[in-house]
């Protein structure tokens, strides 16, 4: 049939609208703030109000365009119109997340081009160009730089919250075949991760769909990949949940540091709570699974507490049982053929997956230094650090017709090698890295309040109700205190103010995010408005939500932050303790980096506004805090 020249225009119309329809969900405009700070509007025209600000460099993505205006959605959700002359809008290839601890970024596609920054592991990117193995990529201050693609991973949309339902029932058991097992809330990778299951592990089987087991962990269902499991017989006796190592002969026995714990059913701060212990009881442990103590009550009963909440009552160390493991190096090296640093509880494990073990060589090099020579070529060049495993510097380069790899660490490694033939893996363990406390640590410290406000007063934040007393000025006297203790054990501080500021809370955010920071503290003083309500004490919040990709990831950091910083002040001010709380506080929402925002004591008890007058009282804060900073990274 012959083809008019309408009908060819149809045909074109109809292939470029089903292209259209195909383009991956991350595909599209995003934006980039480049006035200093921007407002936010109701509508598209300076007439509208205000109801958010913008830094340089944050981003957003284009919701639809009026004039000279856009409708954008910022990274924490909010709707509002901004001018275009403010922003630069460009499309999105795709979005990745950084898998490297901290990986350098270059002004070019290349090992060859100069270093202009460096990411880690868990920032996501937004992706305008490709180039080789290298992607162009937005980064914080509103630059561009070029990563690495073997360092990072591309991002999916996630699949509603939902699980579907499964396309058969089954009934049986299934064994984990690897050490640590995700279990997630459905069929797919896409899917949140519910808990973590061990090496060994059966579990009963309620359904399956397709690859993927739908299995029971305690109170709760999941889904594993079959690709992790092998089907067994029923176990002599029903599953226990959660399955914990076996204990040693003679248990060890643990005290209780916290004021008030929870002792929780599973080995996650998600777990139901089965009994609470006081600080000073002692508890006979019978397991560990990664940070957590499987202990038994004076009832008889088993559960689990936090580890970083007790200490050893003895001279024994409980044993650990399994250890949870992650990925923080992958380098392809050749088809079929990877190399991987692997943290395992701050020990370097150093992977080899695809070489038998006559097709390489393991020496140690001169100073403290492990080289690889890899039989087979290779095109991978690359060099970085994975500083918290003390691995100093990693290269990776061809030498004719072989693979080089050479690691330099900040101590002296011992190595421990085994080779399992079936899947060609060979494990290099290294000694464990000799803990280096607070020195070379970034933290940024944030006075609270103190902000200039319109007519060039300052905010005070939450006044004494008997004296008077600002909280501005208790913060930044608690957070100056903090900064030279800190700066005493070695770390670096970054104070957001130093008595006033212009930034936004997000602006203060911004500030641990773009100087990769390690932790974020916010420090304030507390305050109850309901005279009818007696309160005192100390409190300290994190926030880490499942929806974000990055906070979600980092909730066990911030809450073990916030936990041992609680427990800390406690024990150095002696006031009641008011617990760890989860609050979707603005410096913690725009933080990439663990953070906690700190309510020393409050303004509005008579006894604790006295208190907080004094510098004796300060000094006592601000030490409890830094033991609690201490502990984290300890």
């Known amino acids: 049939m012959r083809i008019t020249h309408p009908k060819k225009w149809f045909l074109w119309s109809l292939i ?33 109000g205000v109801i958010a600000k913008t830094e340089a460099g944050q981003q ?19 709707e509002g119109w901004i001018s275009k002359d403010l922003v630069n809008v460009m499309t999105v290839l795709k979005k990745v997340t950084v898998t490297g601890d901290i990986v350098n970024l270059r002004k070019g596609p290349g090992t060859g081009y100069a270093k202009v920054g460096q ?91 397709g690859d993927w ?41 643990v005290a209780v540091t916290g004021s008030v714990v929870n002792i929780r059913r599973q080995p996650t701060m998600d777990a139901p709570v089965a009994a609470k212990v006081y600080g000073g009881e002692r508890l006979a442990v019978t397991g560990q699974q990664g940070d957590w103590l499987q202990v038994r009550l004076a009832d008889g009963n088993t559960g689990w507490i936090a580890a970083w909440l007790t200490e050893p009552a003895s001279g024994d160390t409980p044993s650990r049982g399994y250890i949870q493991e992650s990925e923080v190096l992958i380098a392809p090296i050749a088809d079929g053929k990877t190399f991987k640093v692997v943290d395992s509880i701050g020990r370097p494990i150093l992977v080899l997956e695809g070489w038998t073990n006559n097709e390489y060589q393991v020496r140690t090099g001169a100073g403290n230094t492990i080289v690889f020579e890899l039989q087979g070529p290779t095109q991978r060049n690359y060099e970085g650090k994975v500083t918290r495993l003390g691995i100093s510097g990693v290269k990776i380069y061809p030498q004719g017709d072989k693979c080089i790899i050479e690691l330099a660490f900040t101590f002296a490694p011992t190595q421990t090698i085994t080779y399992d033939g079936p899947s060609k893996m060979t494990r290099v363990q290294v000694g464990a890295v000799p803990t280096q406390g607070l020195s070379g640590k970034v933290i940024v410290v944030d006075p609270g309040h103190a902000s200039v406000q319109p007519g060039g007063w300052l905010d005070p934040g939450a006044i004494g109700s008997r004296t008077g007393l600002k909280e501005k000025d208790v913060n930044i006297s608690i957070a100056l205190k903090l900064k030279t203790l800190l700066e005493q054990a070695g770390a670096r501080v970054i104070m957001t103010h130093t008595g006033q500021t212009e930034l936004s809370l997000a602006g203060r955010a911004w500030l641990a995010n773009n100087n990769n920071a390690d932790i974020f503290v916010s420090i304030h003083a507390n305050f109850n408005a309901n005279k009818k309500l007696s309160l005192s004490g100390h409190s300290t919040y994190y926030f880490a939500p499942s929806g974000d990709s990055v906070l979600g990831a980092q909730k066990y950091s911030r809450q073990k932050l916030a936990t041992l910083v609680q427990r800390e002040m406690v024990k150095a001010a002696g006031r009641n303790d008011l617990g760890v709380l989860q609050e979707n506080f603005a410096v913690l929402r725009e933080t990439r980096v663990p953070s906690i925002l700190v309510e020393t004591a409050f303004l509005s008890d008579p006894t604790e506004e006295s208190m907080l007058a004094t510098d004796a009282f300060r000094q006592k804060l601000a030490v409890g805090i830094f033991n609690g900073i201490k502990a984290y990274f300890e």
């Open 16 to 48: 470029l609208i089903f292209l259209f329809t195909c383009i991956p969900v991350w595909a599209g405009e995003e934006g980039v703030v480049t006035g200093s700070v921007v407002n936010v509007r109701k509508g598209p025209g300076t007439s509208y």
């Open 60 to 78: 957003f993505t284009v919701l639809e365009e009026s004039g000279g205006w856009l409708k954008v959605r910022l990274h924490n959700g909010t």
């Open 119 to 209: 990411v880690k592991a868990g920032q996501s990117l937004s992706v305008f160009e490709v180039k080789n193995d290298w992607y162009r990529v937005q980064v914080s201050g509103g630059g561009q730089a070029w990563i690495a693609v073997w360092l990072t991973q591309e991002e999916t949309a996630a699949p509603p919250p939902v699980s579907p339902p499964a396309s058969n029932t089954q009934t049986g058991y299934v064994m984990v075949a690897v050490n640590v097992l995700n279990v997630r809330s459905g069929p797919g990778t896409n899917y949140s991760i519910v808990t973590k299951i061990g090496l060994n592990e059966t579990r009963a089987v309620v359904a399956r769909q």
């Open 213 to 253: 087991y739908k299995i029971q962990v305690g109170d709760t269902q999941g889904w594993v990949s079959g690709e992790h499991v092998k089907p067994v017989n029923a176990p002599s006796q029903p599953p226990v949940s959660p399955a914990a190592p076996q204990p040693d002969p003679v248990s060890n026995t």
